[in-house]
């Protein structure tokens, strides 16, 4: 299995099989400019988006016909099967941002959890919904989300295999949100990719729980 990073919250998961899915991808240019990585301009077969913002809901740029999941509930498309979970954007239970989904992905023998533009601490229950987490995808960088301490706090408790940070500020955007650098601050076991996509398998997995930094693709 391939996963390849974009920029901000985005990624493409490409199964064993070949399927394509994408996950909150940005729309180019966003935010008047603020979101600059390129265009995501793949062919996909699922598209998950967390919710409605133009940084994780640019799904124009996407080629072929693909499923798009929008929506609490469990679903079958193509080799991935998807179940996603209501959550909130802050800490006020959506009333400042709304709404938000957490993704969680099974394919090829990985679980795969996207955790959107989550803006609060999850509840014991939730963190047992996630149950055995292989890879998180996880905000850090603040502001809109879950800070570098928060973010911290959420890993320990889901203790996945592997943490991919993201929605963080970069040459490339310039949302006011913190760098990287806070959340890695004192970790062990930081691998840094001089590339944006990840290989891995069930039996590549780390035998420590690891935190992989990739390069934003666009």
Not at 66 to 71: A, H, I, K, N, Q
Request: hydrophobic share 40%; proline share 3%; glycine share 10%.
């Amino acid at each position: 299995m391939e996963i390849t990073w974009f920029g901000h919250a985005a990624f493409l998961i490409k199964a064993a099989d070949g399927s394509r899915l994408v996950i909150d991808p940005y729309e180019s240019g966003a935010y008047g400019g603020a979101i600059g990585y390129g265009r995501i301009d793949v062919e996909a077969d699922v598209v998950i988006t967390s919710h409605g913002h133009a940084d994780h809901n640019g799904t124009k740029d996407l080629r072929g016909s693909f499923t798009l999941v929008d929506r609490v509930g469990e679903f079958k498309a193509k080799s991935f099967n998807i179940k996603t979970v209501l959550t909130s954007h802050d800490s006020s239970g959506g009333k400042e941002r709304g709404n938000n989904l957490i993704s969680i992905v099974e394919v090829d023998d990985l679980k795969i959890v996207h955790l959107g533009d989550l803006g609060h601490a999850l509840s014991a229950e939730t963190v047992h919904v996630l149950g055995k987490v292989h890879i998180l995808l996880i905000p850090v960088g603040g502001f809109f989300t879950i800070d570098a301490r928060e973010a911290t706090r959420l890993m320990e408790q889901i203790a996945p295999s592997i943490t991919i940070p993201m929605h963080y500020r970069t040459e490339k955007c310039s949302l006011p949100i913190s760098g990287v650098e806070e959340f890695l601050k004192d970790k062990k076991n930081v691998v840094h990719l001089a590339r944006s996509v990840l290989n891995i398998d069930k039996n590549s997995l780390p035998a420590e729980r690891q935190i992989i930094v990739l390069l934003p693709l666009r």
